[in-house]
């Protein structure tokens, strides 16, 4: 590793404070032959540079069919790794290695295997917000926006296990009439929204509809005027002939919202805490520009996954993707 490589988990060169980053992380990208892929959830300046913005499904697609020599994901660990999974013959990075997810870290693979073994004969369904660890003790992987079509692609007598959030798979459980085995995870993103403010907006704002992730608790959910994926919220918002809306998410999705929408109102649903108006990811908040600039300079910090464990890995999530371009998601 580079001896400026800081053990926290990215490059720690400052970087010149002259320096246009724009413009030297699109040269670097264009030397390199490398594609920058960001999450809607990460912070606005690093959207606007990414050759593609999407969520965790859209992602997984690209990085699939590109043909970059290096991949550089703007997201958290678990998306470099399934970035990894499934070109394993690209190097991937991520500008820093601390980005990880709550989600991820409640379903620990020891405690997976042993839940899944207790329960022999069950299909088990995770979450794309798992380690490669966890994609490897599955048969299929999903993501908000094809968990339902793929939950529905087994018959209904299947006895499924979903893990591992319990908020969406309550949801899909509830849409599809089905009664999965969920395994106890959240994010602690989406577990932070205050039922009580989001009221308190709806009577301060009437005309606003409530925009919600299927992530989110439950009583969220049943204020919301459409459910959905950060992309479907997305879709939804531009395509409705509403002008204002609350959105019951991470935040860094409102920056699209706004860059396709400029003429349309878009209010962040505030978490518990009083202190903030917004609801962000500490983890997505670590990639900055600076760290995007040393990460294509300096080809580090860089994802691996365990051939063995990706061997595995990449079945689940080959199967999701072929469902999903099947069913035109």
Not at 129 to 139: H, P, R
Not at 231 to 240: M, P, R
Request: with cysteine; hydrophobic share 40%.
């Amino acid at each position: 590793m580079n001896d400026n490589a800081n053990p926290a988990g990215f490059l720690n060169i400052p970087v010149p404070k002259d320096l246009d980053l724009k413009k030297a992380i699109n040269d670097l990208k264009k030397e390199k032959n490398a594609v920058i892929l960001a999450h809607y959830y990460q912070q606005g300046d690093i959207q606007d540079i990414a050759d593609f913005v999407g969520d965790s499904l859209a992602l997984a697609q690209w990085a699939s069919k590109t043909t970059a020599d290096i991949i550089v994901l703007c997201g958290v660990h678990f998306m470099g790794e399934t970035a990894k999974i499934l070109c394993p013959d690209k190097r991937v990075f991520v500008p820093d290695l601390n980005a990880g997810c709550s989600l991820a870290d409640s379903c620990k693979a020891d405690d997976f295997e042993k839940f899944i073994k207790e329960h022999p004969g069950y299909v088990v369904i995770s979450y794309v917000n798992t380690t490669a660890a966890v994609k490897a003790l599955t048969d299929v992987v999903v993501t908000s926006t094809n968990a339902r079509q793929i939950v529905e692609s087994f018959p209904s007598e299947t006895p499924i296990i979903f893990g591992p959030d319990r908020n969406l798979g309550n949801y899909t459980n509830s849409i599809t009439g089905r009664n999965m085995l969920l395994w106890d995870g959240a994010c602690h993103v989406h577990e932070q929204f205050s039922l009580e403010k989001i009221i308190e907006l709806k009577k301060e704002h009437p005309d606003a509809l409530v925009l919600a992730h299927p992530e989110c608790k439950s009583p969220i959910l049943k204020l919301a005027d459409h459910i959905g994926s950060t992309a479907a919220l997305l879709n939804f918002a531009t395509k409705s002939p509403n002008k204002k809306f609350i959105v019951a998410t991470e935040s860094g999705i409102l920056h699209e919202m706004q860059k396709k929408n400029p003429d349309k109102i878009f209010i962040p649903a505030p978490p518990n805490d009083s202190t903030c108006a917004c609801n962000e990811c500490s983890y997505m908040r670590l990639n900055t520009m600076e760290k995007l600039y040393n990460c294509l300079k300096y080809e580090i910090p860089e994802i691996f996954v365990d051939e063995e464990i990706r061997e595995k890995a990449v079945k689940p999530i080959q199967k999701m993707l072929e469902i999903s371009e099947k069913l035109g998601l």
